[in-house]
């Protein structure tokens, strides 16, 4: 396994799950891409089905515990001026740039 297990993301914060029952996520696909010419490409796909990660089914509990901080947050955020709202999104989004190769 490459990722370990993956924990809830409850009021800003990573926690540990309670759950005890866990849900395999595989890698589905591993492309690869060959140039031929500047014209063309060869795409090669192959299934590796390798296991990245262990992610829990959420308890009940849990599940309720993240919809009242989402409803917290939401009731701050809907508070944020729509400039820095703009600002924040196209932060992330360049970051997210940023990382592109090492997400995929």
Known sequence: MTGGTTKNFIGGQFVESRADTWL??????????RLRNQYSSEHVTQSTQTLLSRVPQTTAGEFEQAVDAAAHAFNS??????????RFVLEWARSL???????I
Request: glycine fraction near 0%; charge should be positive; aromatic fraction near 4%.
């Open 97 to 103: 740039s940023c990382l592109q190769t090492k997400l």
């Open 24 to 33: 395999e996520v595989l890698d589905p696909v591993c492309s690869v891409q």
């Open 77 to 86: 955020w809907s508070k944020t001026s729509v400039l820095t709202r703009q």
